[in-house]
Structure formats: C-alpha cells, structure tokens
C-alpha cells in the first residue's frame, strides 16, 4: 500500500531474473567479476523489492549469497549479506531466506576466524527479529561453542547468557536444553525423555565440575548419582562401577541430614553395590549405629581420581576424618545421656582437645545436643528434666500402662467366656 491508501501494482520480474541470474554468472566466473555480479544482483533486487515481487526477491537474493559462497569470497559474502539487510523496507521473508541459507556455510567456513565473523554477522542480522528467533539461538549456541573450545569459558558464558533460550518456542526441546543459560533454568524433568542420555551427562559432568569448585560434597553426590542412574550408563559395567564409587565417597563426605541420610540408605539396599567388590560392606557400616574404626576402607575410597587428584585431596581426606568422628560420636550420645569425656575421648581414639572441638562443631551446627561439665569431666547427650517434665512422663506412662493391662484383661475375659 502506497501513501495514498492505495494498494501498490504487483510486477512479475521472472523474465528479468532469468536473464540477469545468468548474466551475473557469468560476471562472477570471470577473474574480480564477483563485485559486477552482485551490482548487477542488487539492482535487480531492487526492482523486485519495489514491485512487490516476492517470490522473485527470495530467488534473486539467494542466488547473490549463493553466488559468493561459490566463489570462495566469504568476506564479499558478509558484505552482501549485511548490504541486503539494510535496504530500505526490506521483506521479512527475504531475510529470512538468506539467513538460512548462510547457516549452512558457517561449518564450511576456511578458517576459525572468518567462522566467527559469519557467526556474528548473522546474528547481529537477527537480533530483535522474531522470525528469525530460532536461527539466532542456534547460532548463540554455535558461538558459544566456538569459544568454550578456545577454553574461553567466560566469553563462552556472556554469549549465553545474552538470550533467554525459553521464549524460542520454534525451537525443539532438545534444542532448547542444549542451548541452556545457567543450571538453574534446565528442567531436569526433561532428562527423563528419551533420546537425552548424553545431554543428562554432559550436564550433569558440567555440574561436578561446578561443585567441585564450591566443595560442595552432597551436591557432587547427588550429580554423580544422576549420572550412575542414566541408562546408557547403566550398560556399561566400567562406567557404572566408578559413577557409583563417586556417588557413595561423596556422600559420605557430605554432611549429615535428613536428605543425606534418606539417600544414604536408598544407596545401601541398591542391587548394585554388591557388584561392587568391598562397597557393600562400607555401607552398611555407615548405616548401623556401631562405632567406626580405622581401617573401615577409607583408604580404598579416598584414593580414588575424583578425590586424590587435584589441590582439594588434603581437603576431602581431613573432612573424611571429621564425618567419621561426626558418626561415632552420634552413635554414642544415641547409647549414653551421659559418659566421662575421657572415657569418650578412648572410644573414638581422640585428644580431650579434639574431642571438645568436634563435639562444639556439632552442637553449634545443630547436630546433638550436649552439654560438657569440664570441671566433674562429664558429657551430657540428654537434657536434663525439670520436675514437671518428669511428673508429666510418669504419669504418661502410668496411663499407658493402665491401658495395657485393661486391655489385657479384656482379652483374657474375651478367652475365657470362649
């Protein structure tokens, strides 16, 4: 439609294109005849353009980017590209023609460097057009990738996170989840899917890499976990063996909780740890309320890669040592209201000094309750009662019993009237 209100006279320009399209062929094949070939492209494009020629403008701006593709000349081919882009009310469709057909020429691109520049023309191209949203996240994703293989990780992370990955509804699931901007916003529901397996354990690698970092033990286990439940892994007898080995070191090294303690047990009765020669033996000391001596197998664990190698090995062998003291000393205050804490320090083979320490830690983390008397050299794991709360249990427990023995007597009269 025209200033006027008026709907603008729709040309046919397919005989045009079927002369000039040659004819730039044949300028293109000549030696610096590319230039001529796109001018002679360009003026055509606008003659489309203007007559409202739709289906010819896609042909004849396609053809100019395929032109330059075939003559090697991606510098030229960028130019174009941004040339066509920039012209004045130019269709969406036409851009959208070109953009796809450029994506495929960004594998084949000679080198790295001219790679990077396509990337970026493109998605500056596409920045802000909507119909084109797809295009640009995989070429966000591409991006992304080009760096993270230079271990540019945080330019990698910055082009990420330029984007919001969950408005592209064009893009397929798996698309979706590849092109993922920070743990957080992946749905880990959708690795149950089929087909995700070696997303899951890219990701889930990803994550150990991050926990690491963070010394978060319990949050390495729960990833590693991830990774020993996926099936591909499962068929693998090698990969299988270590992922679970991973999972019960760091659980172990994760400090005790309730959610801790669920998985702990859940682990324990897995079919598979019995395939795994000595695992099943070390849980099941860890699940029993018995003091653990040295010797348990810490050494076997803690001499694995993913907790001898690196700078953080003295860190996971000194918190190893803590949870077991952590471990005994809940056994016992599970056993004892109150002990001498000289006795207490030689059943779990401690310094009076370390004792204090490890007991301190506990109580101001939450973990039991106690009390030490250093001067009667007492530990008290119990509260101790006033007189009410004594008077209130007794007389609980004297009503349990009336209703213990009324209901035994009920059932002896019930036997002897039968």
Not at 311 to 320: Q, V
Request: one cysteine or more.
């Amino acid at each position: 439609m025209n200033s006027d209100g008026q709907f603008e006279e729709k040309k046919d320009l397919t005989g045009d294109a079927d002369v000039k399209i040659p004819q730039a062929d044949s300028l293109a094949a000549s030696t610096g005849g590319l230039a001529s070939a796109i001018d002679l492209l360009m003026g055509l494009e606008k003659q489309c353009r203007v007559g409202n020629d739709l289906t010819t403008l896609k042909r004849v701006v396609l053809h100019s980017v395929q032109l330059c593709k075939k003559c090697g000349d991606y510098e030229k081919l960028i130019d174009t590209l941004n040339f066509i882009v920039k012209r004045r009310s130019q269709k969406n469709a036409a851009i959208t023609e070109i953009v796809k057909e450029a994506i495929g020429y960004v594998d084949e691109a000679p080198d790295e460097d001219i790679k990077i520049k396509l990337v970026i023309c493109l998605r500056d191209i596409t920045d802000g057009r909507i119909y084109v949203e797809a295009q640009r996240a995989r070429l966000t994703l591409t991006l992304s990738k080009m760096h993270e293989a230079k271990q540019d990780i945080e330019k990698a992370s910055a082009v990420l996170q330029e984007v919001h990955v969950e408005t592209y509804g064009s893009l397929s699931k798996r698309e979706k989840l590849e092109a993922y901007i920070v743990s957080q916003k992946v749905n880990r529901k959708v690795f149950a899917d089929e087909g995700f397996g070696d997303l899951k354990i890219r990701f889930f690698t990803l994550m150990v890499e991050y926990f690491r970092s963070q010394q978060d033990a319990f949050q390495l286990c729960t990833s590693y976990n991830e990774i020993f439940r996926t099936p591909s892994i499962q068929e693998d007898e090698a990969q299988w063996k270590d992922a679970l080995k991973a999972t019960v070191v760091f659980l172990l090294l994760s400090p005790y909780s309730p959610e801790q303690q669920t998985m702990l047990y859940g682990i324990a009765e897995n079919d598979k740890v019995e395939g795994v020669e000595g695992l099943g033996g070390i849980l099941k000391l860890w699940t029993r309320k018995e003091i653990i001596r040295a010797g348990w197998g810490e050494q076997e664990l803690l001499s694995m890669p993913v907790v001898s190698e690196g700078e953080m090995s003295t860190h996971w062998d000194e918190t190893m040592q803590t949870r077991v003291v952590q471990h005994n000393i809940r056994v016992v205050s599970g056993y004892y209201q109150r002990i001498q804490g000289k006795r207490l320090a030689e059943l779990l083979s401690l310094s009076s000094q370390d004792l204090e320490k490890h007991l301190s830690n506990m109580v101001s983390d939450g973990d039991i309750y106690a009390k030490i008397d250093r001067p009667n050299d007492l530990i008290r794991f119990s509260k101790q009662k006033s007189s009410e709360e004594i008077l209130s249990d007794w007389a609980s427990d004297i009503t349990s019993l009336l209703n213990l023995v009324e209901a035994t007597t009920h059932s002896i009269s019930k036997e002897m009237m039968v």
